[in-house]
């Protein structure tokens, strides 16, 4: 009698703790629908980009001819027919600059080659046949740049000479670990009258190598550099918790790696992957099998930011993989332990 009801007290613990491995999450939509609601989302998201005047990765001109002179910048004008009128001077809070015989001449928010049109100009008018005047901007002084977003040491800094975007981000003393993969620009035109948004792709700048991408920056400039989304890894992986996105292409099979890869008590046939679809909208929940992801369909699936990928466990293998206390009754040794109470 009591070995009847040990063993029946046996089998209801066992059937307690498969109760344990039950799903936590119900999928509401199939794999196909999930990823068309993506694709819609990224073309809504291309769209408000198009609209923001945000072009796709460019690399600026180097010409540093597009730098407009102002108070502070230091000039080094050469006359090429007489070498005694070659002078340095800088730029006053007026916007003159003092040269020999013609005095003060207006250069503020004029380009290096406009500056020397107009020098040539005051030169030809009273003293020389043809003169050929340069401009060279030897400090850049009279505009600053700032850095905002991820960065260790954003601020606004002065704008001493013609920087790339590397510089400038060395400025700031580098980026965060919670760093995103783009880098925004934004410049104000003056000619035209509005500010340009200029969109830099990191992974192809830093991890790459892709110099193009190193814009020169000019002075007024704003960089920002937002920091990386998040994905929350839960459930039966090795290692849950919060991991950054850290590229556009990162996938549900990489957010599963950065875990550690599946625990030993999950359920191969039932990883969630939920995401926000804004608010007052009901997350939409999605159940992959693990070899699915391996077959491929975990390249297409890409992460978004505050995306969950939750690891059901398995009822027989969280108690297969159970030990550690002892259930038993007058020794009958029976033991387990629910790997995820670790």
Do not use: W
């Not at 004008?77 to 070498?83: I, K, N």
């Not at 290096?112 to 043809?130: F, T």
């Not at 939409?284 to 699915?292: K, N, Q, R």
């Amino acid at each position: 009698m009591v070995k009847k009801l040990i063993f029946l007290l046996c089998v209801g613990l066992v059937f307690f703790f498969v109760g344990c491995g039950g799903e936590q999450f119900k999928a509401t939509t199939d794999v196909g629908r999930f990823q068309e609601i993506h694709a819609q989302q990224q073309q809504e998201k291309k769209t408000r980009e198009a609209a923001t005047s945000v072009p796709a990765p460019v690399a600026v001109s180097d010409d540093p001819g597009d730098y407009l002179l102002g108070a502070g910048d230091l000039i080094v004008v050469t006359v090429f027919e007489t070498p005694d009128l070659n002078s340095e001077a800088r730029v006053s809070s007026r916007g003159f600059v003092s040269l020999p015989l013609i005095n003060n001449v207006q250069v503020a928010n004029l380009t290096a080659a406009e500056a020397e049109q107009k020098i040539e100009e005051l030169y030809q008018r009273s003293y020389l046949h043809d003169p050929h005047v340069t401009v060279y901007i030897k400090e850049h002084m009279s505009k600053q740049i700032t850095l905002v977003g991820a960065l260790q040491k954003p601020g606004t800094y002065d704008y001493v000479a013609k920087r790339r975007l590397l510089d400038v981000i060395a400025i700031g003393n580098g980026l965060t670990d919670k760093a995103g993969a783009m880098a925004y620009v934004n410049r104000q035109d003056e000619a035209a009258g509005k500010y340009i948004n200029y969109l830099v792709d990191l992974n192809e700048l830093i991890k790459q190598g892709n110099m193009a991408q190193n814009m020169v920056i000019q002075g007024g400039d704003v960089i920002f550099i937002p920091e990386a989304g998040q994905v929350f890894v839960d459930g039966a992986v090795r290692k849950p918790g919060t991991y950054a996105i850290s590229h556009s292409k990162m996938t549900v099979t990489e957010g599963i790696a950065l875990a550690g890869g599946l625990a030993s008590y999950a359920n191969d046939e039932s990883i969630k992957l939920i995401r926000y679809m804004g608010d007052g909208k009901e997350r939409a929940i999605i159940s992959i099998s693990y070899s699915d992801l391996q077959g491929g369909l975990g390249d297409s699936l890409l992460l978004e930011d505050q995306d969950i990928i939750f690891a059901e466990s398995s009822a027989m293998g969280t108690l297969i993989s159970g030990s550690g206390f002892s259930l038993g009754l007058l020794g009958t040794g029976v033991n387990f332990k629910n790997p995820r109470s670790n």
